[in-house]
C-alpha cells in the first residue's frame, strides 16, 4: 500500500510539460522518453500520434539548450470550415479540461482587412492561450474554408514566458 501510494504522488508531483518531455532535455534523453520518436532532421525528432480520434504528428524541436518546442499538427483532410473549426473546438474542450480556460482567445484576427492586402492569408483563423507553470499552450486553426487539405488545427507547447509577450 506504501508503494503504491509514493507511485501515486511521485506521478502527480511531475514536472513534465507533455507526456514524459521536459524543457531543456537532451536528445539522447528525448530519445529514451518517446522511443516512437524518428530523426526527422537536425534537431527534430517526429512521432504519430491521435488526438481525439485524428491522426497527428508530433515534432519535437531542440535547440542548442536541449528540448525548446513540442508541435502536434492534426493530420490536414478535406473539410469545410464547419467541420475543421468544429474539430478546433472539440481539442479547445479537451485542453481546457486538463488546464482550465484559456487566457486569452482571438477569432478572425484581422483576416479579413489582411486578405485585401495578402492573397495568402487564410479565410479563417482561432486561437487561443492556455498558461500553466510548465507551459505556454497555443491551440490555433486556420483554413481556406473551401473543403481542401489547407485547414490545419495546431498545438504548440512552448516554455512559459510572461503573459505581455502572448498573441
Known amino acids: 500500500m506504501a508503494a503504491?501510494?509514493?507511485?501515486?504522488?511521485?506521478?502527480?508531483?511531475?514536472?513534465?510539460f507533455y507526456l514524459n518531455t521536459d524543457w531543456g532535455m537532451s536528445e539522447k534523453s528525448l530519445r529514451a522518453a518517446r522511443p516512437g520518436s524518428a530523426a526527422a532532421g537536425e534537431r527534430l525528432r517526429v512521432e504519430h500520434a491521435a488526438i481525439n480520434g485524428h491522426k497527428?504528428?508530433?515534432t519535437y524541436r531542440l535547440?542548442?539548450?536541449?528540448?525548446?518546442?513540442?508541435?502536434?499538427?492534426?493530420?490536414?483532410v478535406p473539410m469545410t470550415k464547419d467541420q475543421y473549426i468544429d474539430v478546433y473546438h472539440q481539442v479547445r474542450a479537451l485542453l481546457s479540461e486538463k488546464y482550465g480556460a484559456p487566457g486569452e482567445e482571438a477569432a478572425d484576427l484581422a483576416v479579413r482587412s489582411q486578405k485585401i492586402r495578402i492573397p495568402q492569408v487564410p479565410d479563417y483563423q482561432s486561437q487561443c492561450l492556455?498558461?500553466?507553470?510548465?507551459?505556454?499552450?497555443?491551440?490555433?486553426?486556420?483554413?481556406?474554408?473551401?473543403?481542401?487539405?489547407?485547414?490545419?488545427?495546431?498545438?504548440?507547447?512552448?516554455?512559459?514566458?510572461?503573459?505581455?509577450?502572448?498573441l
Do not use: M, W
Open 56 to 58: 497527428a504528428e508530433v
Open 63 to 76: 535547440g542548442a539548450k536541449g528540448l525548446q518546442s513540442v508541435t502536434i499538427v492534426l493530420d490536414p
Open 130 to 166: 492556455f498558461r500553466t507553470p510548465l507551459a505556454l499552450i497555443e491551440l490555433s486553426c486556420a483554413g481556406a474554408c473551401d473543403g481542401t487539405v489547407d485547414n490545419g488545427v495546431i498545438i504548440t507547447y512552448e516554455a512559459p514566458r510572461a503573459p505581455t509577450e502572448g
Open 4 to 16: 503504491l501510494a509514493l507511485v501515486f504522488f511521485a506521478a502527480c508531483a511531475s514536472d513534465h
